[in-house]
């Protein structure tokens, strides 16, 4: 993961490196040290709320003598622990599991939903898919072509149909020919919010109701590339309440890669996976540790 994270945050990376490396020639004391680290994070899109945190944390634990070096260290140390707080790995161990995807329209959802049929396809397991976005018909014919891409069956329903019912005979269809994986993905108007999140409920609900202990995994889709305006999305979606964890996409090639920090910071949610380019095999699994290397060393 280190090395091909790495190469896509590398443009966060080298932002970062440059303002570092001036410091650690600067020879500045920890305090001016401290303001030009917080404003790196920034610019790193890392967020205003979680700069001051780590901030603050690293000048309780720092003397006022330090090196950079040493507040260099209490960095990594400090975003790895923000990063690890949450974390967890995907709760699919143990099918017949059931995924759902969830986010606004453009994040993702569909490609990282394939790339999750590519991954468990590729491990020998038997998938099925639902195109639940009953009112965009581009977005059913975009599974459709990764179905048969992958040669994945894909199931959708009826222009305008209700998603949860599409959903409800999708789970019929799952249950009768046993596959290992279910995978749902839904609609994301945002501007429809009440709607849509009572949409999500339902669908939801149809599949606990269905499914012991499913759905395993109700992932919100984030595209990392806007930075701090995904927080803004993800925080309507904390309305809904089923969210198990994050597929972060669009890592690859971002200057806004310090966004992960201050995503997980404040929703509280563990990342699961990260997309990292279009095709089905851009995929990787969020490891804490490793995130912190390929972003700051
Ligand atoms: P949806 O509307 O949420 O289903 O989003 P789509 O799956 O249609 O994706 C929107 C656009 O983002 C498409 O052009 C995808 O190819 C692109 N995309 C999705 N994931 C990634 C990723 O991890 N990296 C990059 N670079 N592009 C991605």
Same mark, same amino acid.
């Given at each position: 993961?280190?090395?091909?994270?790495? =190469?896509?945050?590398?443009?966060?990376?080298?932002?970062?490196?440059?303002?570092?490396?001036?410091? /650690?020639?600067?020879?500045?004391?920890?305090?001016?040290?401290?303001?030009?680290?917080?404003?790196?994070?920034?610019?790193?899109?890392?967020?205003?709320?979680?700069?001051?945190?780590?901030?603050?944390?690293?000048?309780?634990?720092?003397?006022?003598?330090?090196?950079?070096?040493?507040?260099?260290? %209490?960095?990594?140390?400090?975003?790895?622990?923000?990063?690890?707080?949450? +974390?967890?790995?995907?709760?699919?161990? +143990? !099918? !017949?599991?059931? #995924? /759902?995807?969830?986010?606004?329209?453009?994040?993702?959802?569909? $490609?990282?939903?394939?790339?999750?049929?590519?991954?468990? =396809? *590729?491990?020998?397991?038997?998938?099925?898919?639902?195109?639940?976005? $009953?009112?965009?018909?581009?977005?059913?014919?975009?599974?459709?072509?990764?179905?048969?891409?992958?040669?994945?069956?894909?199931?959708?329903?009826?222009?305008?149909?209700? !998603?949860?019912?599409?959903?409800?005979?999708?789970?019929?269809?799952?249950?009768?020919? !046993? +596959?290992?994986? &279910?995978? /749902?993905?839904?609609?994301?108007?945002? +501007?429809?919010?009440?709607?849509?999140?009572?949409?999500?409920?339902?669908?939801?609900?149809?599949?606990?109701?269905?499914?012991?202990?499913?759905? *395993?995994?109700?992932?919100?889709?984030?595209?990392?590339?806007?930075?701090?305006?995904?927080?803004? *999305?993800?925080?309507?979606?904390?309305?809904?309440?089923?969210?198990?964890? /994050?597929?972060? $996409?669009?890592?690859?090639?971002?200057? =806004?890669?310090?966004?992960? #920090?201050?995503?997980?910071?404040? &929703?509280? %949610?563990?990342?699961?996976?990260?997309? $990292?380019?279009?095709?089905?095999?851009?995929?990787?699994?969020?490891?804490?540790?490793?995130?912190?290397?390929? &972003?700051?060393?």
């Amino acid at each position: 993961m280190i090395s091909n994270l790495g =190469k896509k945050l590398s443009r966060t990376r080298e932002n970062l490196k440059a303002r570092f490396d001036e410091l /650690v020639k600067s020879g500045k004391t920890r305090d001016d040290i401290l303001d030009e680290l917080g404003e790196s994070l920034i610019l790193a899109d890392v967020g205003w709320h979680t700069t001051e945190k780590i901030i603050e944390h690293i000048r309780e634990k720092s003397k006022k003598s330090d090196s950079f070096l040493a507040i260099k260290d %209490l960095l990594d140390k400090e975003i790895a622990k923000i990063l690890s707080e949450f +974390h967890c790995g995907p709760n699919l161990n +143990h !099918p !017949p599991c059931v #995924i /759902v995807l969830v986010g606004v329209n453009g994040g993702g959802k569909t $490609t990282s939903l394939a790339k999750l049929g590519y991954r468990y =396809k *590729q491990e020998g397991k038997t998938i099925l898919m639902v195109a639940a976005d $009953t009112f965009r018909a581009a977005a059913q014919e975009q599974l459709s072509i990764w179905g048969k891409r992958l040669n994945i069956p894909i199931l959708r329903g009826q222009y305008g149909a209700d !998603p949860a019912s599409v959903v409800f005979d999708a789970i019929q269809s799952f249950k009768s020919k !046993p +596959h290992d994986f &279910l995978m /749902v993905d839904t609609a994301g108007r945002i +501007h429809t919010n009440v709607n849509l999140m009572n949409e999500l409920e339902k669908i939801k609900r149809v599949i606990s109701r269905e499914i012991e202990g499913a759905p *395993q995994e109700v992932l919100l889709v984030l595209d990392a590339s806007i930075g701090q305006n995904a927080l803004i *999305q993800a925080k309507e979606f904390l309305k809904f309440s089923g969210l198990t964890g /994050v597929f972060l $996409t669009k890592l690859d090639g971002t200057a =806004k890669g310090g966004s992960v #920090i201050s995503i997980v910071d404040e &929703l509280k %949610l563990p990342i699961k996976f990260v997309g $990292t380019g279009e095709g089905a095999e851009d995929l990787i699994d969020f490891s804490p540790r490793e995130f912190v290397k390929a &972003l700051l060393s």
